[in-house]
C-alpha cells in the first residue's frame, strides 16, 4: 500500500470509528429515553410487566441466535475478498433459514405455554397479550439482524451505524402514538413489532445493491449449514 493510500484509509478508518461511536451514544441515549417515557406513561405494575415478558424473550432471542449474526459478518468479509459471491448467497440462506426455524420453534413453545406463564409466572391477565405481540418482535428482529450483518460483512458503515439507533428511534415514535391513542401497556409491544419491521424496510432499500448476490447459485449449502 502506497503512504497517500495508507493515509487516505487510516483517515476513512478514524472518521468511521468515530462515526460509530457517535451512534452507540445516540442509541444508548434513545434505549434510556424509552425506559423514561414508558416509566413516566404506565403504571408502575403496568411497566414492570411489560419489561418482565421483555426481558424473557430477549434472554430466549439469545440462544437463537447462538453467534449465527456474528459467524456471518465475518464469512462474507472473507469471501467478499475472494469475489465468491455463491458462497456468500449460501452463508446468508443457511443463516437465515436456521434462525427462522429456531424463531418459529420458539413462538410455538412461547404460544403454547403462555397459558401457563400467565397464570402461574406473570400472574397478570394482560401479559398474554404482551407476550403474544412479542412474538412477531422475534421475527421482525431477526430480518434486522440478518441485514444488518451482511451490512457488517460488506463493511457497510453507513448503513449499520444507523440500523441501531433508527430502531430504537422508531420504537419510541410508534409506542408514543399508541401511548397517546389510549392503548395502555400494550403501546410498547406495537411499538416493539412497528419500529424494527419499519426499519427492516428502510434497511433493505440500502440493502439494494446486495441483490445481485441472490443471482448466483447455492454453494454447498449443507456443507455450509
Known sequence: MKPKEKTNYTKKALKWAVILMLML?????????????????LLPEEYGLFYAVFELIALLLIFRNIGLNTALEKFIAEYRVKK????????????????????????????TLAPFLTNYYFKEPRSLVILTLL?????????????NSIF?????????????PLKLALILFFSIIFLKSNFGIFSPALGYILGPL??????????????FIFRYKIKDFWKTT
Open 135 to 147: 412474538t412477531v418482535y422475534i421475527f421482525t428482529s431477526l430480518f434486522v439482524g440478518v441485514l
Open 198 to 211: 419499519a426499519v427492516f424496510l428502510f434497511l433493505l432499500f440500502g440493502a439494494r445493491k446486495y441483490f
Open 84 to 111: 465468491d459471491y455463491a458462497k456468500i448467497k449460501t452463508l446468508i440462506v443457511s443463516s437465515f433459514i436456521f434462525q427462522l426455524i429456531s424463531s418459529s420453534i420458539l413462538v410455538i413453545i412461547l404460544l
Open 152 to 164: 457488517k460483512g460488506f463493511q457497510d458503515f453507513k448503513w449499520f451505524s444507523i440500523a441501531e
Open 25 to 41: 451514544c445516540v442509541g444508548s441515549f434513545l434505549a434510556y429515553l424509552i425506559r423514561i417515557v414508558f416509566a413516566r406513561s
